[in-house]
């Protein structure tokens, strides 16, 4: 850290903001892109803090056992989708809230990650390869901050694909049918909990990555606390992100970028209010919620059946 | 191109049960291709629930469906529109968030994996030239007016090229000019056999100008059908409700020009949903023991200014004053100067869905005595009984008043929102189209209450698209165009020439 302040001074700020944006942003953008995939379709599934963390534990499991990192983050992904289908069995019994029902399945998932996690927080895992994006440069500083981690390319890429999906294909038609009015896809003839177990399941898939990158990304351990509430907090960046796929990506970069302020002014030597200014992204969440609502207009783009409680 | 013919559909002894409660019982109807077929009925004598069972969304507990002679089981609209059945349901079932565009396009039967929007872009404005009316195709649905959004209703189905169309009640938010078209439209593709049509409608006029066949309901059983040739209004109204009388007896006593102002509005505006400036300087007075009727045709303001006067939207300039009071649809507000509001689509704008009769009925009245014990704690059995009583005033068929408001047929739905607010004995009474979907004794009845109300002394401020009703029931009628109330006459002079006139917005012209 000295040495990077003599090499560029000030600059170090915004370069070690930047490259800490993707660095907590990535799980951030998995986690939202998956929930706002599943809310579009009308279902809230906030487990996915759950699902981040069975998919840091299986990714990191099945990396150590095979070698391969990637087959870890297909594990985690796996698991993801397998919790966001067991989300959807629970829904589609009468009666059950879906709320209620992600929160059980949040604290299962959490349970059985650190249940069968224990044994590995000893061993090593291989780590996923980053991309060394920084090669232009000979200075150390830029070098090492533009390290970016592959899963973090595929997310940029996935978000806007999504969207696309959302307003040009079938799927995305009935998905977001299925979102605004259950009656109107009855009257389709679409299957209503079909159409959302698919989008729970894909949103789990999503949300698994997320957590692979967890525990596969830089330094690449796997402890119980890896996850500090990111997929909760995943729930009010789709809302901040108007459920908007490449509004969720700025919106977690936005995120990432906020953690990293605090260690970023450090690295250069401001330590006072480090506390205050780790809070900035939960700041930074209430008033930016606050400035864009408002009394006059519903949220734009929510999916309407997100409004109602519904029972079946 | 020739075009195949349109199925032939048969229904035999069709029966539905919701429940203990027999909605549909033995019912059996012959659909030739090329007729226009009309279901009458009283509100919840079935129609919809029979209609519901052909298209696959209910399942019927017994009898069959025939299709091109052979018996088939509708599990699924899906199926139903594999068939060449389609159907614009009572309720709206657009998708809010959609354009109208998206909204034509999500029901196509084979919708391609990957859409090609220029192409569909191109399909759709080709097709929107041969329509008798247009539609902002760009437009969200959630945007639209109820009359608008009936009209892309309609235009779905015959965008999809369905050859049994199925209309449920589709008139009732257009104007008489839209509605003779349209139908006339339909009775033109029936003609030539490139449609079968079977229409559920509660005015005899259309069902004597343009259908061929007829079929009554009353309760569930089929109680007369057979050519419209051998029947009239009387004839047909009688077997409907099995009495004769509908003519509204209640007659405005005299005119009260003195009364005391009641609404004050005064250079009214407000933005709609799009931002534009949907009203634009409405100012408009009701006094008591009068009714000031709203002409106009949909989409001009009309709900706008009833949003902003029950309070779901905020004015952007002027001044509402209710007996002198400034007034903001507060539910206090609404409650001391005895507001009373029926709103366009009452289900989702009057009711929560997700409640029974009963507290749907007691919207107004739970958090205070007597129901309120001690002003918080609810009695559930005097709102039951206080529902009962107004179920009976009111005629509302329902199971009971636990039944969930969504298990009501929609005429129903309309009178329960009608029965809570005329309950409040209101002193100003806002209606917006409040015979949407009623039947002829219903709308009687419901011009009766009105005009009661009004000869008690109420201040009624009635907007509605059927010109015939405020011709019957105003004192003054006003037209909106444009956000902006253009004209206004005195019910002596009122003509439907001039008005009709300004409602197409030639007034500047004429005047
Ligand atoms: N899902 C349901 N659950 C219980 N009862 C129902 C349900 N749907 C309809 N009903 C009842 O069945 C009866 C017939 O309803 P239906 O909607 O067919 O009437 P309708 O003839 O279409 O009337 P309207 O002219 O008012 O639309 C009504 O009494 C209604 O309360
Ligand atoms: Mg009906």
Redesign the interface.
């Known amino acids: 850290m000295e040495s990077s302040l003599t090499e560029l001074g000030w600059l170090t700020v915004p370069l070690a903001v930047l490259s800490g944006a993707i660095r907590v942003g990535t799980p951030f953008l998995f986690v939202s892109l998956g929930e706002c995939l599943t809310e579009r379709s009308g279902r809230i599934n906030i487990s996915l803090e759950g699902t981040l963390v069975m998919g840091a534990m299986t990714g990191y499991g099945t990396a150590y056992l095979t070698g391969s990192p990637w087959l870890g983050v297909l594990a985690a992904a796996c698991a993801g989708a397998l919790l966001g289908g067991m989300h959807s069995l629970l829904c589609s019994r009468p009666g059950v809230d879906h709320i209620a029902a992600g929160i059980a399945l949040m604290l299962f998932a959490t349970g059985i990650a650190f249940f069968f996690g224990k044994p590995l927080i000893q061993p090593r895992a291989p780590q996923l390869p980053d991309l060394p994006l920084g090669f232009w440069s000979d200075l150390n500083v830029v070098q090492a901050n533009l390290r970016i981690n592959p899963l973090f390319v595929i997310g940029v890429l996935v978000a806007p694909v999504m969207w696309w999906a959302f307003?040009?294909?079938?799927?995305g038609?009935?998905l977001?049918?299925v979102g605004?009015?259950a009656?109107?896809a009855?009257?389709?003839?679409l299957g209503v909990n079909g159409t959302r177990a698919m989008a729970t399941m894909i949103g789990g898939f999503f949300a698994g990555i997320g957590g692979a990158f967890l525990s596969l990304s830089y330094p690449g351990i796997w402890n119980e606390g890896l996850s500090s509430g990111q997929g909760l907090m995943a729930v009010v960046l789709v809302i901040f992100a108007r459920w908007h796929p490449v509004r969720c990506l700025w919106a977690a970069l936005l995120f990432g970028g906020a953690s990293a302020l605090a260690p970023a002014l450090q690295s250069v030597g401001i330590s006072s209010g480090y506390h205050l200014i780790t809070a900035a992204p939960y700041l930074l969440t209430l008033i930016l919620m606050i400035v864009t609502s408002s009394?006059?207009?519903s949220l734009r783009?929510a999916?309407?059946e997100l409004a109602?409680?519904r029972?079946d | 191109m020739t075009q195949p013919l349109p199925p032939h559909v048969e229904v035999a002894g069709l029966t539905k049960r919701f429940g203990s409660f027999t909605a549909l019982d033995d019912v059996s109807i012959r659909f030739a291709p090329g007729c226009f077929h009309a279901l009458l009925g009283e509100n919840g004598a079935g129609k919809s629930t029979l209609v519901k069972c052909l298209m696959g969304y209910h399942q019927p507990d017994g009898g069959s469906v025939a299709v091109d002679g052979r018996e088939i089981g509708i599990a699924n609209p899906r199926t139903a529109h594999a068939l060449g059945l389609g159907m614009v349901y009572q309720h709206f079932t657009l998708v809010p968030s959609m354009t109208v565009a998206e909204n034509l396009y999500v029901g196509r039967d084979l919708l391609p994996q990957v859409i090609d929007w220029r192409s569909a872009r191109a399909e759709i404005d080709a097709f929107m030239t041969r329509m008798p009316f247009r539609v902002p195709v760009d437009a969200r649905a959630e945007e639209l007016s109820a009359g608008e959004k009936q009209k892309v209703e309609i235009l779905k189905q015959l965008f999809h090229g369905r050859r049994f169309l199925i209309l449920d009640e589709p008139t009732s938010v257009l104007t008489p000019q839209e509605a003779e078209d349209m139908l006339g439209l339909l009775a033109g593709m029936a003609k030539t056999k490139a449609l079968s049509v079977l229409l559920i409608t509660h005015k005899m006029r259309e069902v004597l100008a343009f259908a061929d066949e007829v079929t009554v309901l009353r309760r569930g059983r089929q109680v007369t059908g057979g050519a419209v040739a051998d029947f009239n209004a009387a004839s047909l109204a009688e077997s409907m409700v099995g009495a004769t009388a509908f003519e509204a007896t209640t007659k405005r006593d005299g005119a009260r020009k003195g009364g005391e102002e009641v609404l004050e509005v005064v250079d009214l505006t407000a933005d709609g949903d799009r931002g534009n400036r949907a009203l634009a300087g409405v100012s408009l007075t009701v006094r008591a023991g009068e009714i000031l009727g709203i002409a106009g045709v949909s989409g001009n303001g009309q709900r706008e200014l009833v949003d902003v006067l029950c309070g779901q939207r905020h004015a952007t300039g002027g001044v509402v004053a209710v007996d002198g009071e400034p007034y903001h649809a507060r539910r206090g507000e609404m409650r001391d100067h005895r507001v009373g509001i029926l709103p366009e689509e009452p289900m989702r704008n009057g009711c929560v869905r997700t409640m029974t009769v009963a507290e749907n009925l007691g919207l107004h009245t739970f958090d205070r005595p007597p129901i309120a014990r001690g002003g918080f704690w609810i009695d559930h059995h005097v709102l039951r009984e206080k529902a009962k009583a107004l179920i009976a005033r009111f005629n509302i068929r329902t199971q009971g008043p636990d039944a969930p408001v969504t298990s009501l047929s929609g005429g129903n739905v309309q009178r329960l929102v009608l029965a809570r607010e005329l309950d409040r004995a209101p002193r100003l009474m806002i209606a917006a189209n409040p015979c949407f979907g009623l039947d002829v004794a219903a709308v009687a009845a419901i011009h009766d209450e009105l005009v009661a109300a009004r000869n008690r002394g109420a201040a009624i401020l009635l907007l509605s698209e059927d010109l015939d009703e405020l011709l019957a029931l105003s004192d003054r009628i006003a037209v909106m165009f444009g956000g902006r109330l253009v004209y206004e006459t005195g019910i002596e002079t009122a003509d439907v020439g001039a008005l009709g006139r300004h409602m197409a917005g030639d007034g500047a012209e004429a005047a």
Do not use: F, K, Q
């Open positions: 307003n040009n294909t079938r799927w038609l009935y977001r049918t605004d009015s009656e109107a009855r009257a389709l003839g009394p006059e207009r783009g999916p309407a109602l409680n029972t």
